[in-house]
Each structure stands twice: as structure tokens, then as C-alpha cells.
């Protein structure tokens, strides 16, 4: 029996590990989750900040500024999303 036959065997019979958190990490983990709260806290304000640069210069008819806020706030928000979404799964 060839090495892929064997995995396909096994993947096909129902192989489905269910992730479990080592022990003594709760505190860690804690931690984590109170320091990603702020650090999404933080980038959202600098996303408002950031529109509303946007805003206050296209008002005044100046140079578009904050538009690379808003973006560098947008993929940081999707990056945190996605880091929160797999700390959450490992519970």
C-alpha cells in the first residue's frame, strides 16, 4: 500500500482532530485576548480618525490626506479579525 493510499484512507475514515489547549496556558491565553481587545480598540479609533481626515480634507478642497490610515486601519482590523478567530478556536 502506497504512503497516499494510506492517507486517503485515513482522511477518508473521518480523521478529525479536535484542538485542545495545553495545560497551564489559561492565564497566557487571557492575556492575549485582553491585549488584542486593545489593540483592536486602538486601530478602529485610528480608522475613524483616519475618515475623518478624509472627510474634513475633501471639505476644504486640499489634498486628500488620511487615506492611507483608513487602509493601513482597514487590513490591521482584517488581520486582528482572522489572529482572534484562530486563538478562539483552540478553546
Do not use: C
Amino acid at each position: 500500500m502506497s504512503f497516499s493510499a494510506a492517507v486517503a484512507g485515513a482522511l477518508a475514515d473521518g480523521l478529525n482532530p479536535t484542538p485542545t489547549q495545553p495545560p497551564g496556558t489559561a492565564g497566557i491565553l487571557t492575556i492575549i485576548n485582553y491585549v488584542l481587545w486593545l489593540i483592536i480598540a486602538g486601530v478602529s479609533v485610528s480608522l475613524i480618525v483616519g475618515i475623518g481626515q478624509v472627510s474634513m480634507s475633501m471639505r476644504h478642497g486640499g489634498e486628500i490626506e488620511g487615506v492611507k490610515r483608513v487602509l493601513l486601519s482597514g487590513i490591521s482590523l482584517a488581520l486582528l479579525g482572522s489572529i482572534t478567530a484562530v486563538l478562539t478556536a483552540f478553546k
